[in-house]
């Protein structure tokens, strides 16, 4: 019999924990092929904090360390030294990352640590129930701003991959999306490209993927991936912001 199709040895064969339609585990599926196609398993060290993803290490089948809320760049940066020759990678989302973490990610990045970022981007506070995110869009209707995001009061949403691509401490930072088949090859070829940097001491990568909460935004998931292809994109534009590493084999 043809074999069409095998799921990720990285990835453990279990139920997980998030809602229908989310597409963090379109995500994970993407790292975990990534991780078989190196052949890094028993190389490999996650590293995760507070968020939906709290509970990736029941997914992950590499070693996985819990950081506290937004510090996942640090632990990942003392796993890093400390075992140099591991593949060591954060997966954060945009409350986490992006509001709690600023500063841990923009310092990580500008020392041009040798670690790979897998940042979920999807405009919202989604595991503790909905409220606005550092990357909420103006006119966004969340929890806490159920008028919509008012720019006047809450200033406008932080674009993390440009502000990163600044720093001269990144070697490489893009944005993808998982809306589309199309979208989802280049996403896994910007995961594979910022893991393949790691092990060959480029520095450090972000990947930053435009995700969806429908459970959150109120929409079914065919909705919510038309809201995102609506809103998402035009304010946050697909594509490398930075790359100082050539291409990825």
């Known amino acids: 019999m043809t074999l069409v199709y095998e799921p990720p040895k990285s990835l453990l064969d279990v139920p997980t924990h998030y809602c229908p339609g989310c597409t963090h585990g379109v995500i994970h599926k993407l790292v975990g092929e990534v991780i078989d196609e190196f052949g890094i398993l028993d190389k490999t060290i996650a590293v995760v904090p507070v968020g939906c993803s709290v509970l990736a290490y029941n997914y992950f089948a590499c070693d996985v360390l819990e950081a506290a809320h937004g510090r996942a760049p640090a632990v990942a940066t003392g796993a890093k030294r400390t075992n140099p020759e591991d593949v060591v990678f954060t997966y954060q989302g945009d409350g986490d990352l992006a509001a709690i973490g600023t500063a841990e990610i923009i310092h990580a990045a500008a020392r041009g640590e040798n670690l790979t970022t897998v940042f979920v981007n999807n405009c919202?506070?989604?595991?503790?129930?909905?409220?606005?995110?550092?990357?909420?869009?103006?006119?966004?209707?969340t929890e806490t701003t159920p008028y919509?995001?008012?720019?006047?009061?809450?200033?406008?949403p932080v674009k993390v991959s440009e502000m990163i691509a600044?720093?001269?401490g990144a070697c490489y930072v893009e944005r993808v999306s998982v809306d589309t088949i199309p979208h989802l090859l280049k996403a896994k070829?910007?995961?594979?490209?910022?893991?393949?940097n790691q092990m060959e001491g480029k520095g450090f990568s972000l990947v930053e993927v435009l995700s969806i909460c429908p459970t959150n935004w109120g929409l079914s998931p065919k909705e919510a991936m038309q809201w995102l292809r609506d809103n998402m994109i035009p304010y946050y534009p697909l594509g490398v912001k930075k790359d100082n590493t050539g291409e990825v084999k």
């Open 124 to 141: 919202i506070y989604g595991m503790t129930g909905g409220q606005m995110a550092p990357t909420t869009l103006p006119g966004q209707v």
């Open 148 to 156: 919509g995001r008012d720019t006047k009061i809450a200033g406008y």
């Open 166 to 168: 600044t720093l001269t």
């Open 189 to 196: 070829k910007a995961i594979k490209k910022a893991f393949q």
